[in-house]
C-alpha cells in the first residue's frame, strides 16, 4: 500500500520560513518522480514543484527563486523548503507520485 504523509506545516510570519516532508512508503521510492502541489481557498490545485529520480527540478513561476524541492533517497523522503513566504502562499500543500496524493499540510502565512 502506497502511502505518503506530509508534515511541517504552520503558521508563519510573512518573510519567513518551513520546510515541508513528504514520507513516502509501499513503492520504490529511488525510482519515482515527486510533485508538491498546493491548493488555496476557493482556488484550483497548482503545481509547486517537482523533482525526478535523478534529481531533475522544475518550479512553478511564483515559487521560482523561493521554493527548494530535494529528495533523501535513503529516508525515503521528499521536501520542500519554502522561503521568502508570503500571504499568497496560504495553502494546503500536497506531496503526489503518479496517482498518489498525501492527506496535505496547512501552511498558512501572516502579512
Known amino acids: 500500500q502506497v502511502q505518503l504523509v506530509e508534515s511541517g506545516g504552520d503558521l508563519v510570519q510573512a518573510g519567513g520560513f518551513l520546510r515541508l516532508s513528504c514520507s513516502v512508503s509501499?513503492?520504490?521510492?529511488?525510482?519515482?518522480?515527486f510533485a508538491w502541489h498546493r491548493q488555496a481557498p476557493g482556488k484550483q490545485r497548482e503545481l509547486v514543484a517537482t523533482?525526478?529520480?535523478?534529481?531533475?527540478?522544475i518550479y512553478g513561476d511564483s515559487v521560482k527563486g523561493r521554493f527548494i524541492i530535494f529528495r533523501n533517497d535513503i529516508k525515503s523522503t521528499v521536501y520542500l523548503q519554502m522561503n521568502n513566504l508570503k500571504p499568497e502562499d496560504t495553502a494546503v500543500y500536497y506531496c503526489k507520485t503518479k496517482a498518489y496524493w498525501g492527506q496535505g499540510t496547512q501552511v498558512t502565512v501572516s502579512s
Open positions: 523533482i525526478t529520480n535523478m534529481g531533475t527540478t
Open positions: 509501499g513503492i520504490d521510492f529511488r525510482a519515482n518522480e
